[in-house]
C-alpha cells in the first residue's frame, strides 16, 4: 500500500510539473539564481560539487551537478576550479563519514552533502570567501535583466 501511495504520489507530481511548464516558457531569463545573493550562490556552488563528487559513478547525476554548478557560476563568479579550494577539502571531508542507513546498505552520501550544506564550516567558508555576501547578479547588473537570454 505504502509503496502504491508513492507511486500515485510521484505520478501526480510529474504531471503537475509537465502541466506547468506547458503554462509557462521553459527558459526564464534571468534564472533565479541571479536573484539569490552571492553568499547564497556560493553555498549551492558547494553543495552542486558535493553532488558531483558523491555520484561520480552515475554519470548523468555527476553530469547535471557539474552543469548546476556551472550555471549557478554564471551569476555569482564562484567556482571550485582548483585543488586548492577549501569546499574541495570540506566534501571530501564529509563524504568520508560513516552514516548508518536503516537498510544497512546504503551509504547516503546526498544525506552528507545535504549536512555540508547546512553546516557552520560551510558557513564560515561562505563569509570568509565571499565579499560581497548580500549582492547578487541583479543588483549589479540591472540593465541587462530584461536581455534576452543568450542563444546556445
Request: proline share 5%; charged share 30%.
Amino acid at each position: 500500500m505504502k509503496k502504491t501511495l508513492i507511486s500515485f504520489f510521484c505520478i501526480y507530481a510529474t504531471c503537475a510539473i509537465a502541466q506547468k511548464n506547458q503554462e509557462e516558457p521553459i527558459e526564464k531569463w534571468p534564472p533565479q539564481a541571479a536573484y539569490r545573493n552571492y553568499l547564497q550562490n556560493y553555498k549551492d556552488i558547494a553543495l552542486t560539487y558535493c553532488i558531483s563528487v558523491a555520484y561520480k559513478t552515475s554519470a548523468e547525476a555527476s553530469k547535471d551537478a557539474i552543469a548546476s554548478s556551472n550555471g549557478i557560476d554564471a551569476w555569482s563568479y564562484y567556482a571550485i576550479r582548483d585543488e586548492e579550494s577549501p569546499i574541495i577539502a570540506l566534501t571530501k571531508q564529509y563524504l568520508q563519514k560513516n552514516y548508518n542507513a536503516k537498510d544497512g546498505k546504503s551509504r547516503l552520501d546526498l544525506m552528507k552533502c545535504m549536512d555540508m550544506y547546512h553546516s557552520e564550516e560551510l558557513d564560515k567558508l561562505a563569509k570568509d570567501y565571499v565579499q560581497r555576501p548580500n549582492d547578487n547578479w541583479v543588483k549589479d547588473n540591472p540593465d541587462r535583466v530584461n536581455e534576452n537570454p543568450p542563444r546556445k
